[in-house]
């Protein structure tokens, strides 16, 4: 069974820096894909990025990467240059690829970006 | 577009009540699913469907029910509403196999049972 782990029920970081969430994550199959979803206080879901098992280059998407480490089952988010607006809840998922698709969410990381 | 939306926003029911959550999605979405996040968790599986005609189970299917008679619309059940149900639920859909792309969110229904 696919399982997510995220050990960091709270970070902070200054406003400017960088922070890395971390992720990991167990499953026996050879091709999955792993997400990140930004949730703030209003309660939407926000697609963050997105990782193919596969991939041989780590994913970014503008102030976020995932540094994708496959041999430890890592998937770690990183935001660089902080803002306010980052303050949420993010969750790290990974998708089967194949049969249902279904994504499977960890438990969440509370970033809190202080001024 | 209007992506998937998800009514009523908010609801609140009295122990025993049944309701319907809708849900409807505009991008010919093959896959869409019902998930469930409590306070402070991360988001549970209820139900979710394949293409017209097809539901499955997943982690937490208990006390609901689905169907899926047309690609668009994916409406979820609540028979004799438990406390434990309260929660916010999410729809969302995705297009199907071969495609690496995101899965895309309704904006939750917050449901209270008392």
């Known amino acids: 069974a696919q399982k997510i782990t995220q050990t960091q029920p709270g970070m902070f970081v200054q406003e400017k820096e960088a922070v890395t969430l971390d992720c990991t994550y167990d499953t026996s199959d050879q091709s999955y894909g792993l997400f990140w979803y930004k949730q703030p206080s209003s309660g939407e879901m926000i697609f963050l990025i997105y990782q193919g098992s596969y991939d041989e280059q780590n994913a970014t998407e503008g102030r976020y990467s995932l540094n994708f480490q496959k041999a430890r089952k890592s998937a770690n988010l990183v935001i660089s240059a902080s803002q306010l607006g980052d303050s949420a809840m993010y969750f790290c998922?990974?998708?089967?690829?194949?049969?249902?698709?279904?994504?499977?969410f960890g438990k969440g990381t509370k970033l809190t970006v202080n001024p | 577009n209007a992506g998937v939306t998800q009514t009523p926003k908010f609801r609140i029911l009295k122990i025993g009540q049944s309701m319907t959550l809708q849900c409807a999605q505009d991008?010919?979405?093959?896959?869409m699913y019902w998930y469930r996040q409590d306070p402070g968790m991360g988001l549970k599986l209820i139900y979710y469907s394949v293409g017209a005609g097809i539901t499955d189970k997943g982690e937490v299917p208990n006390g609901y029910n689905v169907s899926r008679s047309t690609t668009e619309d994916f409406p979820l059940r609540l028979e004799l509403a438990a406390p434990s149900q309260t929660s916010v639920y999410f729809c969302?859909?995705?297009?199907?196999?071969?495609?690496?792309?995101?899965?895309?969110f309704g904006e939750g229904s917050r449901l209270t049972v008392l």
């Open positions: 991008m010919n979405h093959n896959y």
């Open positions: 969302a859909s995705f297009k199907g196999q071969g495609d690496t792309g995101e899965l895309f």
């Open positions: 998922a990974m998708r089967e690829v194949g049969g249902s698709e279904k994504l499977v």
